[in-house]
Structures are given as structure tokens and as C-alpha cells.
T-cell receptor, first 112, second 115 residues
Framework: DAKTTQPPSMDCAEGRAANLPCNHS???????VYWYRQIHSQGPQYIIH???NNETNEMASLIITEDRKSSTLILPHATLRDTAVYYC?????????????FGTGTRLLVSP | SAVISQKPSRDICQRGTSLTIQCQVD?????MFWYRQQPGQSLTLIAT?????????ESGFVIDKFPISRPNLTFSTLTVSNMSPEDSSIYLC????????????FGPGTRLTVT
């Protein structure tokens, strides 16, 4: 079962920052937070992941609270092409593969 | 990174028949996975297919219904057997180039409709 809780949908105006929350209150010390997104009619796309420090890449920023029980994915300047379902996933970073378990995600709609 | 292609991109099949979906990766990867996404739903892992070993199926999925082949490090097939309308879904191939430690890459999916 998915170990994260996300709002089912969010709206954002084009050019504004999109802040997508995720609750993972039962996260373990060896589990990372991953974010993927799925644009309509495409396969999921990796965005970013982190353990406890904030992370930033060319796509987004990931802010993880100090207690690690929640996180926020930030798209700093949302565009229409960012309209997608965003999945927050927790997964152990152990040796050997740990499967990705997708929850229901947040459907982000970016409007002009 | 890894670029994944799938064939066919979509198909409409009659119940009782079988369809084989192909997945081709542009680089050698050990770990390959098959997911199902039912209409309006999230993704569910069907099985893990590592080259040189039998596929490992998740709870609720069996080899007789979803046989998988993994003949080499760049290719895999998933067969959906004896199809029923409930098998209408998008089937996605995925790979983990770094042994699953970092990101996974997904193919574009195969949209299957069973009538």
C-alpha cells in the first residue's frame, strides 16, 4: 500500500509557483521521498528525490520538513506543460531493488 | 538515462485472445518491470523481469495470465493471455539503470482495449 497522502487535485496559474504537498508521517529513517509525474497519455517521469535535505534540480525543488513527516514539491514557474498527475512515493534506499508503489497522486491543472 | 519504446502503442482485441507487448530499451539494463494502469487509476506493478532469472510476480498477478520473457538486457515481452474486458488497461514497461537506487524510466505505454 502507498505510504503517502496527497490532495487529489490542485490548480495553479501559469507563471506562478506550484506547491504540491505530501504527507508521509510513517516514513522510516532509511526511506527516501521520490516525486514522479505523469503527463496525459505518457509514462511517468522522474522529477526529484531526497532523504532529509532540501534538493533542487532543473525541474523542481523538494522541501522536506525537519521531522521528515511531510514534503513539498515546488515548481517555481509553472507552465501549461506542467499539467499532470504528480506522485509522491517513499521507498527504502537499501541494497537491492525496492519497488515503486504509486498512490493516487495529485492532479495539477495549470491554467493561463 | 534510458529511452524505452513499446509495441504496439495501442490495440483493440477480442475477449479470449492473447496479445504480446514488446519493450525495447536503448541501453543494457538488468532490472525491468511491467506495470498496469487501469482506466482512471494509478500504476500497479505486475512483475519484475531480470535477465537470466524467472520473473517475479506481485500479489494478484500470475504467470499463466501474464507470461513474461526477458531474452537479453535490452528487450522484454509481456503477454496478456485469454483476455477479458477487465484487462483493458495501459501496460507500461519500466527500467532501473542504476539498480533501482535512483530513478526509474518508463515507456510510453500500450493502451489495450478488450471487447
Amino acid at each position: 500500500d502507498a505510504k503517502t497522502t496527497q490532495p487529489p487535485s490542485m490548480d495553479c496559474a501559469e507563471g506562478r509557483a506550484a506547491n504540491l504537498p505530501c504527507n508521509h508521517s510513517t516514513i522510516s529513517g532509511n526511506e527516501y521521498v521520490y516525486w514522479y509525474r505523469q503527463i496525459h497519455s505518457q509514462g511517468p517521469q522522474y522529477i526529484i528525490h531526497g532523504l532529509k535535505n532540501n534538493e533542487t534540480n532543473e525541474m523542481a525543488s523538494l522541501i522536506i520538513t525537519e521531522d521528515r513527516k511531510s514534503s513539498t514539491l515546488i515548481l517555481p514557474h509553472a507552465t501549461l506543460r506542467d499539467t499532470a498527475v504528480y506522485y509522491c512515493i517513499v521507498r527504502p534506499m537499501n541494497t537491492g531493488f525496492q519497488k515503486l508503489v504509486f498512490g493516487t497522486g495529485t492532479r495539477l491543472l495549470v491554467s493561463p | 538515462s534510458a529511452v524505452i519504446s513499446q509495441k504496439p502503442s495501442r490495440d483493440i482485441c477480442q475477449r479470449g485472445t492473447s496479445l504480446t507487448i514488446q519493450c525495447q530499451v536503448d541501453s543494457q539494463v538488468t532490472m525491468m518491470f511491467w506495470y498496469r494502469q487501469q482506466p482512471g487509476q494509478s500504476l500497479t506493478l505486475i512483475a519484475t523481469a531480470n535477465q537470466g532469472s524467472e520473473a517475479t510476480y506481485e500479489s494478484g498477478f500470475v504467470i499463466d495470465k501474464f507470461p513474461i520473457s526477458r531474452p537479453n538486457l535490452t528487450f522484454s515481452t509481456l503477454t496478456v493471455s485469454n483476455m477479458s474486458p477487465e484487462d483493458s488497461s495501459i501496460y507500461l514497461c519500466s527500467v532501473a539503470p542504476s539498480g533501482g537506487l535512483y530513478e526509474q524510466y518508463f515507456g510510453p505505454g500500450t493502451r489495450l482495449t478488450v471487447t
